[in-house]
């Protein structure tokens, strides 16, 4: 094999930054695996539309939020990861009770400005801990709230670099999942809400970041909830019933404050999280025969 075989295709030019054998872990929470073969931080949109327009069609894109439902296997991604920064991280209001949100925004952020704006209905986004892209694309919810009960429209960059506005209805929502098609880039999304009381959406922000103060395990390396509740069923309890709690796998353990989140306890490798959630899976197969379905997105190749 001669050595032009060997090399990586160029890459497009960009004005954003964009990094070979970029290690990922600092980058999600369970500060664990591999590298991307390629990370982009693009400066604006159109940097990105530029960039996947005249990236050749056969690179693999994947999107990157926060990182917190997510696993990156020990051998790294292929292909380029797209990471949007602080130009992305935008929320105004454009009409009544309606707020527009860059992909980059927090939870937290888009809660807190909905809060200063009067509008209620989008509380639970106070605890998911993501980004606008992410919660978006995965149809993430929590205390009875779901994205699909607040989208108007997103805003998406396609593989091809074609830059549409998708309805609720195009994205197809169901339980923590969309239609949207591999490779495509939420950029952006509308929410609306309702009128409300800003101190009254205080409370309830406050009211639902005790809740999880107290339920779940905030400050350690873990990746949240681990996997869908199954219909009928709450995932935390089957997972205790098969006597999963504090189970462990080298550094990997299912926590005991909360057993649908799994810890790295410090020096955990991608593959003994995986191996451990799969091997809960397998106790809650046996114990109930209930089938578990991860709700951690689980991604790259294994080592």
Not at 147 to 167: F, N, P, Q, W, Y
Request: contains cysteine; glycine residues 12%; negative net charge.
């Amino acid at each position: 094999m001669n050595d032009a075989a060997l090399s990586p295709a160029p890459m497009p030019a960009v004005r954003g930054r964009l990094t070979a054998d970029a290690p990922l872990a600092p980058l999600v929470w369970f500060k664990a695996g591999g590298a991307a073969e390629w990370l982009f931080e693009p400066q604006d949109a159109d940097d990105l539309t530029g960039f996947l327009q005249a990236l050749d069609p056969a690179v693999p894109v994947m999107a990157l939020g926060l990182g917190s439902n997510l696993i990156v296997r020990d051998g790294g991604v292929p292909g380029v990861v797209v990471r949007l920064g602080k130009a992305f991280a935008t929320v105004e209001r454009t009409g009544d009770e309606a707020l527009r949100c860059g992909a980059g925004a927090s939870g937290i952020l888009v809660s807190s400005t909905a809060r200063d704006a009067g509008i209620a209905g989008l509380e639970f986004l106070r605890s998911i801990p993501g980004t606008v892209g992410g919660f978006t694309r995965m149809n993430g919810g929590a205390y009875g709230r779901e994205v699909a009960d607040i989208l108007v429209e997103a805003e998406v960059v396609l593989r091809t670099g074609e830059r549409r506005t998708l309805s609720r209805a195009d994205l197809g929502y169901t339980y923590r999942h969309s239609a949207l098609p591999e490779g495509a880039v939420v950029i952006g999304a509308t929410f609306k809400g309702m009128p409300g009381d800003p101190q009254a959406i205080q409370a309830e922000m406050d009211r639902i970041a005790a809740e999880r103060e107290a339920s779940q395990p905030l400050r350690s390396k873990t990746g949240g909830s681990t996997f869908k509740n199954p219909q009928g069923h709450k995932a935390w309890a089957l997972i205790d019933a098969a006597g999963c709690r504090g189970l462990r796998l080298g550094d990997a353990q299912v926590s005991e404050k909360h057993c649908n989140f799994m810890l790295n306890l410090g020096g955990a490798t991608a593959r003994e999280i995986e191996a451990l959630g799969e091997d809960v899976r397998n106790r809650v197969r046996a114990h109930s025969g209930v089938e578990l379905e991860w709700e951690i997105q689980r991604v790259g190749v294994q080592a």
